[in-house]
């Protein structure tokens, strides 16, 4: 960032989180995030330095290694002028949305992170003029827990995602449950894989954003957010996929496309674009437990018909997904088992507080720390090393099912003969993508207790009233059928 050539209008609001702010630059393809804190809660110029060079180091350093060079971006810490900062916060304010307004922008430190900006294609530093299509997902847990620590029966069978869905609901958090399960899409069955896209399609709810040349056209920030239009969508997206036809508009047209959309994004996520490291937990990490959800719809459907889920048709290895779903399984005892382990390294600490440093929960995350990751023995020999290493590798894997991935797609040009990047065809034109992987920031070694009591409310509340309801209609059909007869033929 060149100091005297900061001006903030060339900077607008692009999107927030609970820990940090993002702005895009107008015509170059980089953002800068900064972190946000309550009003009451200063940190010094230094720690904020030390928290964006970690997160730098974290995703460079492990993510990276994981995931492949070609998914992730790291970026790199910049220091602004302090005036840019505060002129910049003032001119964004009023864009922000009102349940986020809590915490405010770091203005006094003048360090931020400066990225890709991912809603576009990773090749060229200016925006293009062709028009690009983006579509943030953030696909969750894909797995069910296979740990034998864990205690509650229900955690074997439904998956965390559609059981937090229940208390969420409940809690007013979105309107309706979603139809969308986390291992339909990591299945790699592309029925299954067809109906998790749709679902995310119809109930965004925070896991999927459609941005149109940098510009957010689709996606849902609460429960008072407007039901989802997908013929307003069917028309923005109608240029990429049908770009020349004389495709009429109604409901037909607008299936076609979304049928278009989800196919193409589909044949994106079980590509492999990227050598990487990966691969690296392979041997250890072989898919374990049930592969499918009781609670997804799609199961429940077909077995309301007899027949039976198509299973896992299996992902790619070189795919982002199949990456992704490896780095989650490092939460290899779950958070019943990994709990225990975390209050054991909280006694070594209350004894012996200075050796925080020494076991690098709060960094450096260098290379040493990402081979440590590696060690997947789950035999406990009562050390605070072996606690230590499952409460790292817990956090790494948490970090990886709260991520987003970003597809980003443009119309191949009429001579794309020049064009090195990959292409996915559609059924009437062709589309140059790039993958990228956002939101991977270590989980906090400080959460793992909010997780732990999570857990326990997410699962109790399922069983509570899910399974009660349940169990209620089966017993009903019981007593409906007591006098039925059953009468046998010869064949």
């Keep these: 960032m060149e100091e005297g050539k900061m001006d903030e209008n060339e900077w607008g609001y692009h999107g927030e989180g609970n820990k940090s702010l993002v702005v895009a630059h107008a015509q170059r393809c980089v953002v800068l995030r900064f972190l946000k804190f309550p009003p009451n809660r200063k940190k010094t110029s230094e720690e904020i330095f030390q928290h964006l060079q970690n997160i730098v180091d974290f995703g460079k350093n492990v993510m990276k290694e994981f995931l492949g060079e070609n998914y992730v971006h790291c970026g790199e810490v910049v220091q602004l002028p302090l005036e840019f900062v505060k002129q910049l916060c003032l001119k964004i304010q009023s864009e922000r949305p009102e349940s986020r307004c809590d915490k405010d922008l770091d203005t006094l430190s003048g360090y931020a992170m400066c990225l890709p900006n991912l809603t576009r294609l990773q090749t060229y530093h200016f925006a293009e003029h062709r028009p690009i299509l983006c579509v943030e997902i953030k696909p969750k847990c894909g797995f069910i827990p296979f740990s034998s620590d ?8 439904v998956c965390r995602y ?32 067809h109906f998790a896209l749709k679902s995310l399609l119809q109930e965004a709810q925070n896991n999927l954003k459609i941005f149109k040349n940098g510009e957010l056209i689709y996606g849902c920030k609460d429960a008072r957010s407007p039901v989802a239009d997908w013929s307003e969508l069917a028309h923005h997206l109608k240029p990429f996929f ?19 959309l989800v196919h193409v994004i589909t044949q994106v996520l079980l ?3 990227d050598k990487g490291r990966a691969g690296t937990l392979r041997p250890g990490l072989g898919p374990r437990g049930p ?21 896992r048709s299996g992902l790619p290895k070189g795919c982002l997904l199949y990456k992704t779903l490896q780095v989650q399984m490092l939460d290899l005892l779950d958070i019943e088992g990994l709990y225990p382990l975390y209050n054991r390294v909280e006694r070594y600490l209350e004894e012996f507080p200075e050796e925080r440093k020494t076991l690098q929960i709060d960094g450096p995350y260098d290379e040493a720390f990402y081979q440590k990751l590696l060690d997947l023995s789950t035999e406990d020999d009562g050390t605070v090393a072996f606690a230590l290493t499952k409460v790292q590798q817990y956090r790494v894997a948490m970090t990886a099912k709260d991520c987003s991935i970003m597809i980003a797609l443009s119309p191949c040009l009429q001579d794309a003969s020049s064009d090195q990047r990959p ?34 409310k997410i699962v109790n509340y399922y069983s509570k009233t ?8 089966m017993s009903t059909r019981f007593k409906e059928s007591d006098d039925c007869t059953l009468v046998l033929h010869k064949v």
């Design 150 to 157: 864990v205690t509650h029966e229900m955690k074997h069978k």
């Design 291 to 311: 592969r499918v959800c009781e609670a997804s719809p799609f199961s429940r459907s077909l077995r309301c018909q007899g027949k039976n889920t198509p299973e």
């Design 271 to 273: 590509s492999s674009s």
């Design 162 to 193: 559609c059981m937090h869905q229940h208390l969420k609901v409940a809690t007013g958090k979105w309107k309706q449950i979603s139809k969308y399960c986390p291992l339909d899409l990591y299945s790699g069955n592309k029925q299954r894989m």
């Design 242 to 260: 049908f770009p020349s036809n004389g495709l009429a508009s109604g409901p037909h047209c607008t299936r076609a496309v979304i049928r278009e």
């Design 466 to 473: 899910v399974c009660a309801k349940d169990n209620a209609v």
């Design 423 to 456: 292409v996915v065809p559609s059924s009437r034109s062709r589309l140059a993508f790039s993958v990228s992987v956002l939101d991977l920031d270590l989980k906090p070694y400080e959460s793992i207790p909010h997780q732990y009591k999570l857990d326990g």
